[in-house]
């Protein structure tokens, strides 16, 4: 079975802190994503990344960075968080075809 | 910008019965998915269905697949409590074969 980790189910940062999400995947997956979701907004895509070191921005990339420096791992950077950024995050990563999803962050941003 | 919307919003229904969900979408597309999440948790990919194809099953699933109306259903037949969750279709095609681009869902309730 793909596992898609994440590295908290639940964060609390003030505002102005630098804060990384991490996210590791088992597959050898050639994409990963990922996402915010937020109620009556949705899934929506912060960016995504096709193979190492590569990143294109999804829908909503501003505030936020990406790296990935090996291929199992993808991670979402807020460079100064900020109150809107509460949010919960999910990292997904696909071969193509359909996505796999970790459990989620759930951030809170104080 | 949003492609899926699921219709409707959210559904109650008694254990047993068959639970029905809808989906549209507004450009072309390769394939469309469906999604689960139970509360508080990550997305389950169900079905995949190509945009060549017209109907898929999955166990108690079963999905339609309408082009020319840009549209989708998800049918879960003999509804257990278990399936208490929120289901999402996903499309692709868009922006790029590997970007989705998810509804904001429907949140189905199975009462004992």
């Given at each position: 079975?793909?596992k ?5 189910r639940y ?6 802190e630098?804060?990384?999400?991490e ?15 937020d ?22 990339p501003?505030?936020?960075?990406v ?8 991670s ?10 509460t ?11 359909p ?12 | ?5 699921e219709?409707?919003q959210?559904?109650?229904i ?13 450009t072309?597309i390769n394939?469309l ?42 049918l879960?037949?003999?509804?257990r ?5 929120s ?15 998810f ?10």
């Open positions: 079975d793909v898609v980790t994440q590295s908290s964060l609390v940062k003030r505002t102005g630098k804060v990384f999400l996210c590791v995947q088992d597959m050898d997956h050639e994409n990963m994503f990922w996402y915010r979701q109620p009556g907004l949705g899934l929506r895509l912060i960016y995504f990344s096709y193979d190492v070191k590569m990143k294109e921005k999804g829908d909503i501003e505030g936020y960075s790296s990935r420096e090996k291929k199992e791992r993808f979402l950077i807020l460079e100064s968080a900020s109150t809107n950024q949010s919960m995050y999910l990292c997904a990563s696909s071969w193509p075809g996505q796999y999803f970790g459990p989620g962050t759930r951030l809170l941003v104080l | 910008s949003q492609q899926g919307e219709d409707p959210a559904l109650s008694q254990e047993g019965e068959n639970a029905t969900m809808n989906c549209s979408y507004k072309s394939n998915q469906w999604y689960r999440q139970n509360s508080g948790r990550g997305l389950v990919h169900l079905i995949l269905i190509r945009s060549n194809e017209r109907e898929k099953h999955s166990g108690r699933l079963r999905v339609t697949l309408d082009t020319s109306k840009k549209s989708s259903s998800l879960i037949t003999a509804s409590a278990a399936d208490t969750a289901y999402f279709c996903a499309t692709d095609g868009v922006q790029g074969a590997q970007k989705l681009v509804g904001q869902g429907t949140r189905l309730t199975i009462n004992p």
